[in-house]
């Protein structure tokens, strides 16, 4: 297949901050990086691969999907990369809510948040804790190789880095040893993926009863797989099963929240119910906002 599929005057969208704000980690930055208006990406998700390309296009950007024809744009890329959703309310509801954060939303308004596979941001987000992006983004792709489907021939074709397979499905990762999960480097995380696996795989956790329970059950179901805090399990809410309301809360976003809005040691719990009841259902669009405007301002860097 040689056929791109075209969007043109693309608003509301940005790849490079919707791919790297740490919501994701099994893509690559494929271009040479020198045109700061030019991007282009391997992506693997959703059991699929896409080689995809930004560049400006009058108000808004032009996005290339290559190799893809429409009927695999609408039924995957388009829900994954949230391009069916309007964005001018949830900024104009979060300025609303607090303006200091305007200034940030304009400049930063492409940033989208992904609708990405449950079970693979579960695994992620497991592997994220105590690690930075690329090195998180390196174990992912370890473990992808180790365990999971490799592409064929054709599909590598399509690609512009050297990402070579799936990310393990839940019974590939059942079947695994920890010995063999550990050869991705993901240290003493290996048992938490294990337990996250076979969690899954017996029907305990799931995509099915997660959605069919309010966000504080959730939570509270999602927490009792080995390893999986608070922040995890918000992470997982927010970026895995669609709880837009979600917050998660680090130890960053506890020192922006503590700053801006209480002044005082503050637990997360409790930060997490403010913004919940600030931002309503955008809280999880907001602490994106949050999180840049508190690192653009040096806030809770003390």
């Not at 992506?43 to 390309?53: C, E, G, S």
């Not at 303006?99 to 609708?115: A, F, K």
């Not at 990402?163 to 079947?175: I, K, N």
């Not at 969690?199 to 390893?227: C, N, P, Q, Y």
């Amino acid at each position: 297949m040689n056929k791109n599929y075209i969007l043109e005057n693309v608003r509301d969208f940005h790849l490079l901050d919707t791919l790297e704000c740490g919501q994701c980690f099994h893509f690559e930055r494929t271009d040479n990086g020198f045109n700061k208006d030019e991007y282009e990406y391997d992506v693997v998700a959703k059991d699929r691969i896409l080689h995809i390309k930004e560049e400006p296009d009058n108000d808004g950007v032009r996005l290339t999907f290559f190799n893809t024809e429409e009927w695999e744009y609408e039924s995957i890329w388009k829900k994954y990369f949230d391009l069916d959703r309007d964005y001018s309310e949830i900024k104009e509801a979060i300025i609303s809510a607090d303006p200091r954060l305007e200034e940030i939303i304009n400049e930063y308004s492409g940033i989208r948040i992904l609708n990405q596979d449950f079970f693979e941001t579960l695994i992620s987000f497991i592997i994220s804790q105590n690690k930075q992006i690329p090195q998180i983004k390196q174990v992912v792709r370890n473990l992808s190789s180790e365990l999971g489907s490799k592409f064929d021939i054709t599909m590598i074709n399509r690609l512009s880095s050297e990402m070579d397979a799936f990310f393990p499905t839940v019974e590939q990762l059942v079947e695994a040893s920890e010995d063999d999960i550990r050869l991705s480097k993901c240290g003493f995380r290996a048992p938490y993926i294990k337990d996250a696996a076979e969690k899954v795989h017996s029907g305990e956790v799931s995509f099915e009863k997660l959605s069919a329970l309010d966000t504080d059950s959730a939570r509270e179901l999602l927490m009792t797989i080995h390893g999986v805090g608070e922040k995890v399990a918000n992470c997982v809410l927010l970026f895995g099963l669609n709880r837009r309301e979600a917050f998660p809360v680090d130890v960053w976003m506890k020192r922006i929240c503590e700053e801006m809005y209480f002044g005082v040691d503050t637990p997360k719990t409790e930060i997490e119910r403010f913004a919940m009841d600030k931002f309503g259902n955008y809280a999880g669009y907001a602490q994106q906002y949050l999180f840049i405007y508190g690192q653009q301002h040096k806030i809770g860097t003390k």
